[in-house]
């Protein structure tokens, strides 16, 4: 049976208008409006050109009804700055996400969440320190964020979008944290990308009345917090607090140098003046735009293991993709960026399990 929210989820994920697909697949625009909205059956046919104009398996839109994500459920990073398309298509590729999760768990034990709900505290700094110590990480920095929130729970997934108006957006599904981050980004802006939407996901896990503009506003106070601890920025910072300073500062905490003097800013350890020359100075280095001589970027060691295994076990990504009904470009989009591992060939016979991290 032809699942009509199946086309639309393709449609928004190749961001086409209604109009656009109809151009081509040769259709009427209005038969593309029918067919999502199931007043129409398509033929075989139709299914075809469709599936061919999308870039999708025919299988794709036979399957069952997909997972559609409800936007007022979705914490978005830099949300005003993002287009409607832009955000149908990051939505769609979450529904992907949502389907491709499901496959993991199918094969694989991942480990349980470990999140607290912090969604009753308004101090984003109180909150920080509040998961950091539940999760015994005292004041030292964090060498590998991804890492860090996989061991807790947290399933993270990459965005194709290149684009700087789609940086990462997060959700709650079935008792479990989901990440999509980004990685048109520098290293440095992706690991506050992610420490910002795991403040979405303990400060805002039951939405927010606030709305849009606090919520942000939390959600980077708690990523500065998480990531710069303030007792060991001001017990490490040496003085006086120089050009010099914030970058060998910047390359401890793994953050941009721009976070980093902001948050200097914030904790008193410089001026107003002092933050505004530092900026001046670090945009004409090029920290306005970049991160020159930045940190590695971080992989997943959960995505890592997943697919060493069914390589070993000689599934090839075509075999995941078409068990999934999906394009081989969708599968990645969704995980290569993170998983930094090769292709090999042919077939699985018994699912493999994972150890918790």
């Known amino acids: 049976m032809f699942i009509p929210k199946r086309l639309s989820l393709a449609r928004h994920r190749r961001r086409l208008t209604a109009k656009a697909l109809a151009g081509l697949a040769g259709l009427a625009v209005d038969t593309i409006s029918r067919l999502e909205n199931g007043v129409n059956e398509p033929d ?23 997972e559609v994500i409800d936007t007022s459920a979705v914490s978005f990073r830099s949300f005003s700055k993002m287009s409607a398309r832009e955000r149908d298509a990051a939505l769609a590729a979450g529904a992907l996400g949502l389907e491709l999760s499901n496959w993991v768990e199918d094969r694989f034990s991942l480990p349980e969440p470990n999140l607290i709900d912090l969604s009753y505290e308004t101090d984003p700094e109180a909150a920080a320190n509040m998961l950091r110590q539940y999760w015994g990480l005292g004041e030292k920095p964090i060498g590998h964020l991804i890492a860090l929130l996989e061991t807790h729970g947290a399933r993270v997934f990459s965005l194709s979008e290149n684009t700087a108006s789609v940086n990462a957006f997060s959700f709650w599904r079935d008792g479990k944290p989901y990440i999509f981050l980004n990685n048109f980004k520098t290293s440095e802006s992706s690991n506050f990308d992610l420490a910002h939407e795991l403040g979405h996901l303990v400060m805002h896990k039951h939405g927010d009345p606030k709305g849009a503009r606090s919520t942000e506003r939390e959600a980077d106070g708690f990523a500065s917090a998480f990531l710069m601890p303030a007792r060991d920025v001001r017990s490490r910072m040496p003085r006086p607090v120089t050009i010099n300073v914030v970058l060998a500062a910047k390359a401890r905490w793994r953050v941009s140098a721009m976070a980093m ?97």
């Open 44 to 66: 075989d046919a139709t299914v075809e050109r469709l599936a061919h104009a999308l870039g999708f398996p025919v299988g794709f839109f036979v399957s069952d009804d997909p």
């Open 261 to 357: 003097a902001y948050r200097l800013r914030a904790l008193s350890v410089i001026s107003e003046w002092q933050y505004k020359s530092l900026c001046i100075e670090l945009t004409k280095r090029g920290f306005r735009t970049g991160e020159p001589g930045g940190i590695e970027r971080e992989t997943s060691p959960i995505w890592r293991k997943v697919l060493t295994q069914l390589w070993s076990e000689r599934v090839t990504k075509d075999e995941i993709a078409r068990d999934l009904n999906l394009p081989v470009d969708e599968l990645e989009g969704l995980i290569w960026n993170l998983a930094a591992v090769g292709q090999r060939p042919d077939r699985v016979n018994t699912p493999p399990r994972l150890e918790a991290m």
